[in-house]
Every structure is written in structure tokens, then in C-alpha cells.
């Protein structure tokens, strides 16, 4: 049966490259980021390919029982969807929730495939949009005379009188981050506090964290989401796909982008909310080509503000032109806008770092286990010596994260803003062959960590893993916190960023 044998290949193929990625979560490796593809990747683990086959030989009598047990299952379920749909849909499932062990790891459905793909050209056809999906805990259940239990499962009693803590995923699996962005939607969290009332209970609150509708962050110009006058802050709650309806807030800001996007000039049916106004709009897709509306700039007086909205390809050359524009003018001071910016290509944005950063000087380490296996450095000559400004929000996000952080601990800039994302892992794409369910997916495999050379002793040239700052799960901090929701013109008034760039 062909259903069987794909998810077969599917699931052995997953096996196989997930062990072919351990080797960078245990023990350093002396390798460049930009020297693997999956051509390299696929060349140079042969031999473990090989060896991690012969091993799932013993597994293949197994899983071809469950495939066989699933295939009368399928037979089973009430519903009227074709049965390879329906196995593919499941076999969809399967994959992500296997990969599910870091929240930047994907499985990628065939249209997420297409957009990713597109995105790393520079290019893709979509409604014109920059979007984000906010999360949320919401209050689920109340025990308001829950007896106090004596086992310290749910921690130790602290000043704020909460006793204990408890996080699990989706799944029931107990989680031990309070990082938010690393907690899935879906999970649970469960406070015990003291109950004022009864002398000896505790009160039990149970949370849920779920996600909000899709937002529109920002209007691309040209694009059909202008042309119809869709605006900044319109919530996208509601898309038409070929399956019907969906609600924005029961999927992945990644799915639901996957349906924004699609062939040029087709249209795609939303439902938009704008304050207490709820209306349906048609959106012909149309060609957005990122390199074009990623970068702008205007003056102020003697202060070039650059707003940088994602690092994709050529973002540093575009950079580059206006840099050398400043040295022809009387321009002493830049603000450089990363509000908003989810990230992009990593060398796009060592390169444009480069043009601030003395060459040589250590950016950024890749590390793995605690350990340093890559050190990137400055690679040219700085274009700009005077003050700098850089503004973050909490949707400041890995590359973003690198340039702030990186201009930051070099002393370079002061950071005004808010909190950045904490996205400072490094994913890897890996093709699952003979596979139309999930086609690829994103493996991580290491983390970067920003170098400060602000530190006591610390050396610009030799990286020492002691001096280096962590991103993932943690952010950027703002050396100055400022209403991040302020338009440039208001926010160039800021007394506190005046003082800074005129003293």
C-alpha cells in the first residue's frame, strides 16, 4: 500500500537524520556554518547513514506492525476524507510532534516548504503583510480550598507566598523553563498560593497559554494588503483554504502564513477585526521581493535613522550604500531601527556588523554543550566611528538579536527599547526523501551566544566561553526601556536618546 510505504520512509527517514544531528548537541565540531548544505551534509555522513541503517533494520519488523494496525485504524475512523488524506494529515501530526523537543525545530507541510524556500530567495508571493501571533495565559480553573500538600513537588514556600509551580506541555510532560517563549501553546501551568481565607489550604489556579489571532505588524508597500487599505494593528482572525474557514488563533503563526501565501495573483478570502468592526476582505497575492522593502532610511537633522526590517539577501550591501551616502554628508549620529525584525540570513548580518565592528574582533560563538565550536569575526574595515542608537522591541528576533547585542557588548551602541525575542539557537534544513507529507524539516543543532568585550579582561581577539552572553531564552536587554510602540517621530524626541546622541 503506498500510503504505508511513505509514512514508513517518512518516519525512518526522520529517525535517521535526527541521529545524524546529535553529534552537534554532545561534543564540539570544527565546522563552518557556511560550508554545509544538505548536498555536503548527505556526502560527508555516508558512512553514518550506512551504520544507522543497518541498526533500524532490527526496528522495520516492528514498525511495519504499527503501520499495519494503523492502516485498520484508518478504516475504522468516521469520516468522509479520502484515506491517504486523512493517513497524510496524521502522518503530519506524527513528525511534528516528534521534533517537538526545541520550539524553533519544524516539520515543514508542503506549502510551508514553498514559502521557506522562497523566503531564503528573496522573493514570495503573498497578501503584502508583516504579521505576528501573540500568545497569552488565560485562567482555566480555580480550587479556591485546595488542602495544602505537604510534598514538595510544586517547590518551596517563597516571599511572594506562591508555594509552588508547575508547567507541563500539551502532552502532560512537565516542562522546567519559565521562559515563555520556549512554553508551546497549548501547555498547562499551575500556581499554588496561600489561601487568606482558610488558615492550612492553598489556593490552586490553573493557566493555559493559547494563541491570539494573527496581527498585522506593518503594511508592505505595493502589495495587496495596501491596495485594499488594511492597515497596522488589523487582526487577521479568520482564513478561507481549501478546507474551509480556519481560525488564525488554533494554528502556528508558520501555517498560517503558509496559507497568506501562495501563486501569483490568486486570491485568498480574510476575516479581519479592526477595533469593534469585523469585516471580509479579498487579497490578490502579489510578488513581494524582501530586498526592496527591507531597508530604508531618512534624515534627521545630523542623525540618519535606519530601519532595517529583516536580514535577507542583500540587506548588507544595501547598508553599505547608505553608510557610504553618510560619509558625504554631515551625518554624526545614527538610529538604527530593529523594531519588529524576526531575523533572516546570519551572514547578512555579520557582514553589515562588520561596517561597525573592528576587523578581527570576536562577534558572535557557536557553542555546543558549553563548549565553543565556532567563533565569528568582524571581517572588515568600520564605516561608521560615531553615536549609535538601536531600537528593539519584544518581536526583535535572532539576527536582530545578534546585531543589537553584538554593537551593545562592544560598546558600540546604546540599546533603547524593550526585551528582544530570545531566539539565539542555529537550525539546520534536512529533506525527508519520498515524503509529500512533510517534505523537510528544521533541526537545531547548536546555539550562538554574543561575545562581550565589555568584560574585565575580556579579549577582543581569543573567545573565552566566559565571556560570552547568552540569547536563547533570554533576550537582549534595553540598556534604557522607552514605549517601543512609538512611531520615529515621536520617539527621536525622546529626551533620554537626545541626551545620549548629543553629550
Not at 469585523?278 to 513581494?288: H, M
Not at 539577501?313 to 530593529?338: F, G, P
Request: aromatic share 8%; with cysteine.
Amino acid at each position: 500500500m503506498n500510503t504505508l510505504k511513505i509514512m514508513r520512509n517518512a518516519v525512518i527517514s526522520l529517525f535517521l537524520l535526527i541521529a545524524i544531528s546529535l553529534p552537534y548537541y554532545s561534543a564540539p565540531q570544527n565546522i563552518s556554518a557556511q560550508k554545509y548544505d544538505n548536498a555536503t551534509l548527505a556526502r560527508e555522513n555516508d558512512d553514518q547513514i550506512n551504520a544507522n541503517e543497518q541498526n533500524f533494520q532490527k526496528f522495520y519488523p516492528y514498525w511495519d506492525a504499527i503501520v499495519e494496525s494503523f492502516a485498520r485504524m484508518l478504516k475504522e475512523f468516521n469520516t468522509t476524507m479520502p484515506e491517504e488524506e486523512l493517513a497524510k494529515q496524521m502522518t503530519q501530526k506524527a513528525i511534528k510532534a516528534m521534533v517537538d523537543t526545541h520550539p524553533n525545530n519544524a516539520a515543514f507541510t508542503p506549502q510551508e516548504t514553498v514559502a521557506w524556500n522562497d523566503a531564503t530567495k528573496g522573493f514570495f508571493y503573498g497578501i503584502g503583510a508583516q504579521v505576528s501571533q501573540p500568545t497569552k495565559w488565560i485562567l482555566e480553573k480555580t480550587e479556591e480550598s485546595f488542602p495544602k500538600n505537604p510534598n514538595d513537588e510544586y517547590g518551596e514556600e517563597s516571599e511572594n507566598t506562591i508555594l509552588g509551580l508547575k508547567i507541563t506541555n500539551p502532552a502532560g510532560k512537565r516542562i522546567n523553563t519559565l521562559n515563555t517563549q520556549e512554553i508551546p501553546c497549548g501547555s498547562k501551568m499551575i500556581i499554588f498560593k496561600k489561601n487568606p481565607k482558610q488558615n492550612n489550604a492553598l489556593i490552586k489556579n490553573q493557566y493555559i497559554k493559547i494563541a491570539e489571532p494573527l496581527k498585522i505588524i506593518e503594511i508592505i508597500p505595493g502589495g495587496g494588503a495596501e491596495e485594499i487599505g488594511l492597515k497596522s494593528n488589523d487582526i487577521i482572525s479568520e482564513i478561507e483554504t481549501n478546507a474551509g474557514w480556519i481560525k488564525t488563533e488554533n494554528f502556528t503563526i508558520s501555517e498560517n502564513c503558509a496559507y497568506l501565501k501562495g501563486p501569483n495573483d490568486t486570491p485568498v478570502n480574510l476575516m479581519i477585526t479592526r477595533g469593534s468592526d469585523k469585516f471580509k476582505s479579498i487579497i490578490v497575492r502579489k510578488k513581494i521581493d524582501t530586498t526592496k522593502f527591507n531597508i530604508e532610511n531618512k534624515e534627521y537633522g545630523d542623525t540618519m535613522y535606519i530601519k532595517i526590517k529583516e536580514f535577507n539577501r542583500r540587506i548588507s550591501d544595501e547598508t553599505k550604500k547608505i553608510l557610504d551616502q553618510i560619509s558625504q554628508k554631515n551625518i554624526k549620529k545614527i538610529v538604527i531601527d530593529l523594531r519588529n525584525n524576526p531575523g533572516g540570513v546570519l551572514e547578512e548580518a555579520l557582514e553589515t556588523l562588520s561596517y561597525f565592528v573592528p576587523r578581527n574582533h570576536t562577534m558572535i560563538c557557536i557553542t555546543s554543550k558549553d563548549q565553543i565550536i565556532e567563533t565569528r569575526k568582524s571581517s572588515g574595515k568600520p564605516l561608521f566611528n560615531g553615536k549609535i542608537v538601536v531600537l528593539i522591541n519584544n518581536n526583535s528576533a535572532s539576527a536582530s538579536e545578534i546585531m543589537a547585542g553584538v554593537l551593545k557588548y562592544h560598546g558600540l551602541a546604546k540599546i533603547f527599547g524593550e526585551k528582544s525575542y530570545g531566539k539565539g539557537s542555529v537550525q539546520r534544513i534536512f529533506p525527508l526523501t519520498e515524503n509529500d507529507a512533510i517534505p523537510q524539516i528544521k533541526i537545531t543543532i547548536s546555539e550562538y551566544k554574543i561575545y562581550n568585550a565589555l568584560k574585565n579582561n575580556a579579549e577582543k581577539i581569543n573567545a573565552r566561553i566566559i565571556d560570552l552572553e547568552k540569547v536563547d531564552g533570554v533576550g537582549i536587554a534595553p540598556d534604557i526601556e522607552i514605549d517601543a510602540t512609538l512611531p520615529i517621530e515621536k520617539i527621536m524626541e525622546i529626551q533620554e536618546i537626545q541626551n545620549y546622541l548629543n553629550n
